[in-house]
Each structure stands twice: as C-alpha cells, then as structure tokens.
C-alpha cells in the first residue's frame, strides 16, 4: 500500500513540475520606456533588436512593448525611478539626469576619458561590478547594460569655437553635471537640459549651441538649427561622454523563470553593453554626413589646443574625486580604476 507521505510527496512534485511548465509557456510582456522618438538610434538600433533577440531566444515568451517619447507619462529625469516602481518594466536613461544621484559612475563623463564608445562601454559595465556599483548606486533596479555614447563635439548656431577664449559669452547646453562644469571652466555659459528640449532651445535662441554626440544630432534635427561644427582632434580622447543604463524592475526580473532569465542574463553584461557602445560609434558617420550634406561647416580642434582644455577641466576632475570621498567612496581609487579600464579596452 502507497503511504499518504509518498502520495504527497509525489503530488508536490508533480505540482512543481506543472508551475514550472507553466512559468516557461507563458508569455511575458514587458513594458519598455525611453524618451526619444522611435527613428533615434537608440530605438531603432539598439532597443527594438534587443526586444527582437529575446524574444526569439525565447522561442516568443518574452515580448516587449516599447513606449518612446516618454509615452507611459512624467520626464527622462524620472525613468529610473520608473523602472523602480515598476511603472516600467525596462527602462533606457542616463543616471547623469538624475543630477548628484549616481555621482560614482561619473567618472566616465570627466573631460577626455573615452575615445570609442565600444571598448569604453564594456570599460564601463566592469567599471560597475569591479566597484559594486550594482549593489550601491543601482541597487534599487536590475541592470541588464550599461554604455557611452560617440565622441561628444560641439555644434554652435552663430560661428566655430577654434580656441578657448571663443567660449567666452556663449550658452551652450550641457547634458550632465560634468559637462556642465567643464563649459564653466572653459569659460561657457552652461545650460543643463536632457536632448529632447534642444531643438526648441536652439530655435528660440535660448541657447548658442549644444554638446552633443553625433549620433543624436539627426533625431532633434540639430543639423538644421546650427550652421558649424566644432570637432575634436580624431586621436583624442572625447571632450566628454555621457553614461547610459538600460535597466529592469527588480521584482518584474525575479517573477521570471529560470528559462526566461537565462534569455535576459544571456542579453546583458559586457557583450551586451560594447554591442550597443558600437552601435553608436557606426551611427556618428551617417550623422555627420546630414549636417555636411546641408553645407554646415566644420573645423577640427588640434592636439596642442586641446590639452589647454585638458588643462582647465582638472579642476571638475579634482572637485569629482573630492566629491565622491566624501560621499564615502574612495574617490581616487575609482578615477584609476575608470581610467585603467578605458586603456584595457580602449587604448590610445
């Protein structure tokens, strides 16, 4: 005779065997947000072949539904908090609009750090876990990637910047707190916005110019509201760039299958984060080639200028190094840290 303990043991197994079929057959939708239109790069480069790969890795259990242009509601600055209340089940942001929030991975937004966004970004998503940035600064979400973007140049409304002292009386948009203090310590008035506000700022005339990658230059149409192009030497370092996250809702990542996680672990981490950093890199040239089709000018900063540059953005890599100590992080320690990273992957 079947003893009642086996009889249920073996219907516990059974259920489990049943909850776990059903967790892998059934399909998953996830709520995808970002803030720029749908022909950007980031959503029709990056996020939509993404979306597409899992879900065919998944054999079509993991769907998504992006919503650009802030569709599901509020601002950029407030994506990651959408991915952590779960009002998005996968975000696309920078941290840097969260100014002051995220001061750690700012390290790679320092003047001259980076050159290609391919070898930085896989720098960048070592940079985090070597730190445990993953379980300080982003703990509060799950972060499949992290990148940078191309070379940040400047594009300027009334005349080139050649030298330095043609900062002086210009507002030029900044897109984080770094940038915004190396256009002060150049000698600029710096605006801080998020990209989809520049266009309307350079028509009103709210701003002289803006720093920007070329690769988001085609999706706010700054191609057609400035007339010169001021560019960095191509064997620099970048003037700047900006980190980027593209993050899932803790909760919404650990009510997955052990199947379905493996298709997001298998989309995520250094592989993942260098793919979306050369998907930038590729996007500059067909970016650039708008602007110069229109008859825009260019002119290219050299080498010796540059390094007076170098010289006077010190000061906002000393002010982050102090800032971040005291904010309990060995400010030092991870300046060396991001810069030996960038040189592992992305040397000189």
Same mark, same amino acid.
């Given at each position: ?39 950007? /790069? ?13 879900? &065919? ?21 407030? %994506? ?8 998005? !089940? ?22 001259? @750090?980076? $050159? /290609?966004?391919?070898?930085?970004? +896989? ?8 730190? $445990?940035?993953?379980? /300080? ?7 499949? %990637?992290?990148?940078?973007?191309? *070379?940040?140049?400047?594009?300027? #409304? ?12 210009? *507002?030029?948009?900044?897109?984080? +707190?770094?940038?915004? $203090? ?8 710096? #605006? ?29 149409? #700054?191609?057609?509201? #400035? ?11 970048? @003037?700047? /760039? ?9 909760? *919404? ?7 379905? &996680? ?11 984060? =260098? ?16 602007? =110069? ?14 390094? &007076? ?20 992080? !060995?400010? &030092? ?7 030996? %990273? ?7």
């Amino acid at each position: 005779m079947t003893s009642p303990a086996f009889v249920r043991t073996l219907l516990a197994a059974i259920t489990l065997t049943a909850c776990a079929s059903a967790a892998w057959s059934q399909e998953v939708v996830l709520k995808v947000a970002h803030f720029l239109p749908p022909g950007s /790069t980031a959503h029709a480069k990056f996020i939509t072949p993404w979306c597409d790969k899992i879900n &065919k890795e998944s054999a079509g259990k993991l769907k998504c539904q992006i919503y650009p242009a802030m569709q599901l509601g509020g601002t950029p600055p407030q %994506l990651i908090d959408q991915a952590r209340d779960g009002i998005a !089940d996968i975000v696309w942001t920078l941290p840097g609009y969260s100014a002051g929030r995220f001061p750690a991975v700012e390290a790679f937004e320092l003047p001259f @750090m980076t $050159k /290609t966004a391919e070898g930085s970004s +896989r720098a960048l998503w070592e940079y985090v876990q070597v730190n $445990k940035l993953d379980q /300080t600064e982003f703990k509060d979400v799950h972060p499949i %990637l992290f990148h940078v973007h191309d *070379k940040g140049q400047l594009h300027l #409304v009334k005349g080139p910047i050649k030298t330095m002292v043609d900062f002086k009386g210009l *507002k030029l948009r900044a897109p984080t +707190r770094q940038t915004n $203090k190396f256009l002060a310590a150049l000698g600029a008035t710096p #605006v801080g916005m998020p990209v989809p506000q520049v266009s309307d700022a350079l028509s009103k005339g709210v701003i002289d110019g803006a720093m920007l990658p070329w690769e988001v230059v085609p999706s706010v149409k #700054v191609q057609e509201l #400035v007339k010169f192009h001021s560019e960095s030497d191509p064997n620099s370092r970048a @003037m700047y /760039t900006t980190a980027f996250i593209f993050a899932m809702n803790k909760a *919404k990542y650990d009510s997955l299958s052990p199947e379905l &996680k493996k298709v997001i672990d298998a989309n995520s981490g250094a592989e993942a984060s =260098a793919w979306v950093g050369k998907v930038w890199d590729q996007s500059a040239t067909g970016a650039r080639k708008l602007a =110069a089709d229109r008859g825009n000018q260019f002119n290219t900063i050299g080498l010796d200028e540059l390094r &007076k540059w170098e010289q006077a953005g010190q000061v906002v890599v000393d002010s982050w190094v102090n800032e971040v100590t005291a904010k309990g992080f !060995d400010g &030092k320690s991870l300046l060396k840290s991001a810069h030996d %990273l960038i040189q592992k992957y992305d040397p000189q």
